[in-house]
């Protein structure tokens, strides 16, 4: 196909995906996992523009254009979310929904702040040992429950050692942290964790076997009643837990006043809140399915979240009465490769791949600038983010050629590379959607163009790609990363065998060493070092990092956006004004 046409064709998806995407505005799923750290304090001053993308919040310009729905609230707060299943008590959730509610019911020890940095919670403070290895936390005086009862150090020895129970099978960091005596107690070695000790009502110590920088705030998580949780609890058997999930007993800003699936989640003030009881009386999670745009424009939900395209950003400046909040997503997507596949075990031919495929077109252009180029596995709003030293991959077909050449792939009769008698065809499994159609349609021409066949196979629902890939009959895959909150969690999938057919010696060692030391610069050191690895590796492509707007309710005060805890961070400071 002639350049002429290819741009052509290019540009008619974009067009229809874009009209598409003006009418329904899809939001994002989860309102949690898009926001970065922001306020509106200084929202009435003239917003920053780069390139007609929005990097500074807006405040409402017109609240008398606030529906009548919106204004009749006075004393709730309505926010979209998808269903959860009900699950809520922490670490035992069945969906990630269930964790958008287990934040509002439950505050941690510690908490994140917008920079990815510890701050107190429930713990007033901590110490650590000079080798790095004991953690003691201090509570804070007057902690109660939402029942009235108090929360000690009882309720934090019991939720550790819960987690380490044989029948306990969620996710569970708790674990990974290796607490001294916690695998005896597993396999039933042991009565108690040797590695807890209870100092007093408001003071415990946790020690652990190997350094482990995440330790603090893992260990430092949310906290259940022993009183309530634990009064049936018995070895070996959790499946009592399950019936209190409706009923949660929690120390957070808000308690459960009802839940109706499919409907809503409504919350209502929690008095015996440490930090004083919720400036908005109640709180709802709408979860009924619609169009997060008409749910914003109609007043039926005070907070949205949008892809930040300048469509999107335009209309919603135009209703006049929500606050803009610009936001990168603190994740990053990636194209998996199959690392078992012959043709890709040569790094060449992953760097080839990565040049000949235009990230910008794809990621950046066709999303009107809801999107950036990912090259490393941290997002920009991390503390251990860095583009010193790193190959950004611009869009290069000739490398591409060269490096196909060098690897010894040459072209063929039909413009297809060749090598041993094998084509040189990628097998490309993505998700059901206008961004993956974009996709498809540009990589398949920026292939050809350097004599690479792409097949590409699109599925409706996660499980469904997800169970493809495991099977290995793929090439390369689309995918994206949950929230990371520490640069650990981002490149943990490239140690320990995770992804399939890459090992390296000198990142596990990296890895090693970026967890044993709690001192931000050394371990930034570290992970620019790992960075760099992996960005010359590729052991996956590297894609995009996602932007966001959050449109919001402009009454509402006292809001502060955190992309690693999530709306939580602050609700407790939500007022109507």
């Known amino acids: 196909m002639k350049k002429q046409q290819y741009i052509l064709v290019v540009l008619l998806v974009i067009i229809s995906v874009l009209t598409a995407a003006c009418s329904s505005n899809e939001p994002n799923k989860n309102p949690e996992v898009t926001n970065s750290p922001a306020n509106l304090d200084n929202a009435s001053q003239k917003p920053e523009q780069t390139e007609n993308v929005l990097v500074q919040p807006i405040a409402a310009t017109d609240l008398s254009k606030l529906p009548d729905r919106a204004k009749q609230r006075t004393d709730t707060i309505i926010v979209g979310l998808v269903n959860p299943s009900g699950a809520f008590t922490p670490y035992f959730t069945q969906v990630?929904?269930?964790?958008?509610?287990?934040?509002?019911?439950?505050?941690?020890?510690?908490?994140?702040?917008?920079?990815?940095?510890?701050?107190?919670?429930?713990?007033e403070k901590w110490d650590i040992s000079d080798d790095l290895l004991t953690y003691t936390f201090y509570l804070r005086d007057g902690l109660k429950y939402s029942d009235g009862s108090p929360m000690t150090t009882a309720d934090v020895e019991f939720t550790w050692t819960l987690l380490h129970d044989p029948a306990y099978d969620g996710i569970n960091d708790v674990v990974?942290?290796?607490?001294?005596?916690?695998?005896?107690?597993?396999?039933?070695?042991?009565?108690s964790i040797e590695g807890i000790r209870i100092i007093d009502e408001r003071t415990i110590a946790v020690t652990l076997e190997d350094t482990n920088a995440t330790a603090l705030t893992v260990l430092g998580g949310a906290i259940l009643s022993k009183a309530?949780?634990?009064?049936?609890?018995?070895?070996?058997?959790?499946?009592?837990?399950?019936?209190?999930?409706?009923?949660?007993?929690?120390?957070?800003?808000?308690?459960?006043?009802?839940f109706v699936p499919g409907q809503e989640v409504r919350f209502i003030a929690n008095e015996h809140y440490v930090f004083g009881k919720p400036k908005t009386e109640y709180f709802i999670y709408k979860t009924t399915e619609g169009d997060t745009w008409q749910f914003i424009e109609t007043g039926e939900t005070d907070y949205g979240g949008f892809s930040a395209t300048t469509d999107n950003i335009e209309k919603l400046k135009n209703l006049g009465f929500v606050n803009l909040i610009p936001s990168t997503a603190s994740n990053y997507g990636y194209n998996q490769f199959n690392l078992e596949k012959e043709h890709l075990q040569d790094k060449r031919v992953r760097q080839a791949l990565t040049y000949g495929l235009?990230?910008?077109?794809?990621?950046?252009?066709?999303?009107?600038?809801?999107?950036?180029?990912?090259?490393?596995?941290?997002?920009?709003?991390?503390?251990?983010?860095?583009?010193?030293?790193?190959?950004?991959?611009?869009?290069?077909?000739?490398?591409?050629?060269?490096?196909?050449?060098?690897?010894?792939?040459?072209?063929?009769?039909?413009?297809?590379?060749?090598?041993?008698?094998?084509?040189?065809?990628?097998?490309?499994?993505?998700?059901?959607?206008?961004?993956?159609?974009?996709?498809?349609?540009?990589?398949?021409?920026n292939y050809q163009e350097i004599g690479v066949e792409l097949v590409a196979e699109q599925f409706p629902d996660f499980n469904t790609l997800s169970a493809k890939v495991k099977s290995g009959d793929y090439d390369m895959a689309s995918f994206s990363t949950t929230i990371i909150s520490d640069p650990s969690q981002g490149v943990s999938r490239f140690i320990k065998g995770e992804t399939k057919g890459y090992e390296n010696k000198k990142i596990e060692e990296l890895y090693a060493q970026g967890l044993a030391t709690g001192d931000i610069e050394e371990r930034k050191k570290v992970y620019h070092e790992?960075?760099?690895i992996l960005n010359d590796e590729l052991p996956v492509m590297f894609s995009s990092y996602t932007k966001s707007i959050t449109a919001m309710n402009g009454r509402i005060e006292g809001f502060v956006l955190n992309p690693l805890s999530g709306i939580a961070y602050s609700l407790p400071n939500w007022e109507l004004k």
């Open 358 to 445: 235009d990230r910008e077109l794809i990621y950046v252009d066709s999303r009107q600038g809801a999107g950036s180029v990912a090259n490393i596995p941290s997002s920009p709003i991390l503390w251990s983010y860095t583009e010193e030293d790193i190959n950004s991959y611009p869009h290069d077909p000739d490398k591409a050629k060269e490096l196909l050449e060098e690897a010894g792939w040459t072209v063929g009769t039909d413009g297809i590379r060749e090598k041993d008698g094998q084509k040189l065809k990628i097998h490309y499994l993505g998700s059901k959607s206008q961004n993956t159609d974009i996709f498809i349609a540009v990589a398949k021409e």
């Open 228 to 258: 309530y949780y634990g009064k049936d609890y018995k070895f070996g058997n959790l499946d009592y837990i399950k019936t209190l999930h409706a009923n949660p007993i929690t120390n957070g800003p808000y308690k459960l006043e009802k």
């Open 96 to 123: 990630g929904y269930d964790g958008n509610v287990n934040s509002v019911l439950y505050t941690p020890l510690v908490r994140i702040d917008e920079n990815g940095l510890p701050i107190p919670a429930l713990a």
């Open 176 to 191: 990974e942290t290796k607490i001294r005596g916690g695998q005896a107690y597993k396999e039933g070695k042991a009565d």
């Open 530 to 532: 790992m960075f760099k």
